[in-house]
């Protein structure tokens, strides 16, 4: 800092930041006076999946990165794909002797995922369509058979895909998003069952064919890209 002239000035450091990498070149930390300090441990399973560790913040003092408090621990299977995170829980109990939360993801023979597993131990499933492989449904398997039962478990989401052709010969990719909502049947409406009744959310619509063409009234120039939606009371934008 400085005066001139019965004024002062202050002028602050200019934040460094520091990164040091492996011999491997991958990132071993991030320090500096502009940023959160992390740091970064790696290892191999004997089932070959890799794993990752990151702590966030300063070293204990007297300590190492391994004494960090607040870490995440991710690993990897040999395709790349995330198969387990853990981070430490803290709440009044156990802030000094934290918990592990472990979260798990599994995945089917050609790579698309079909479960996940909280640190509940709930698990979230994933159906696929049959047609296009395209994620159909997912929800909470609240029953905890395995399968996603449209009158048992929470609020499962879906999505459908599919291709029309309009009256003017225009090919458009159609996507239906619908929700499964209702938690309770009404026994006064006898042969309908509503927890199996969707509610539509929403509906997009991409245009496929009839590019490059001039744009339609009330637009100019030449038609690039189109795509409509309709919301859940049925406004199209």
């Known amino acids: 800092s400085h005066e001139s002239e019965g004024r002062s000035s202050h002028k602050e450091p200019v934040p460094r930041l520091l990164t040091e990498h492996y011999r491997d070149g991958r990132m071993k930390s991030v320090t500096g006076t ?123 989401s879906e999505s459908s895909a599919a291709y029309e052709k309009d009256a003017s010969n225009v090919w458009w990719r159609k996507t239906t998003n619908k929700v499964y909502s209702v938690e309770a049947d009404d026994p006064a409406t006898a042969g309908v069952d509503e927890r199996t009744v969707p509610v539509t959310t929403g509906v997009s619509r991409t245009r496929l064919t009839g590019l490059g063409t001039t744009a339609p009234t009330p637009y100019t120039g030449i038609l690039t890209a189109e795509s409509r939606s309709t919301d859940v009371h049925g406004n199209e934008t």
């Not at 159909?136 to 048992?152: E, I, M, V």
């Open 34 to 156: 502009g940023t959160i300090h992390t740091y970064y441990d790696y290892g191999v399973e004997s089932n070959g999946q890799q794993w990752t560790k990151v702590y966030t913040g300063d070293i204990p003092a007297a300590g190492t990165f391994a004494d960090i408090p607040m870490w995440q621990k991710t690993w990897t299977d040999v395709l790349g794909r995330t198969v387990k995170t853990q981070t430490p829980t803290f709440d009044a109990v156990h802030f000094t002797n934290p918990t592990t939360a472990t979260t798990e993801r599994f995945y089917d023979a050609v790579g698309r995922l079909t479960k996940t597993r909280a640190p509940d131990q709930k698990e979230t499933l994933y159906e696929y369509d049959t047609d296009l492989g395209e994620l159909l449904r997912s929800g909470r398997d609240a029953n905890a058979d395995g399968d996603l039962d449209l009158a048992t478990d929470v609020r499962i």
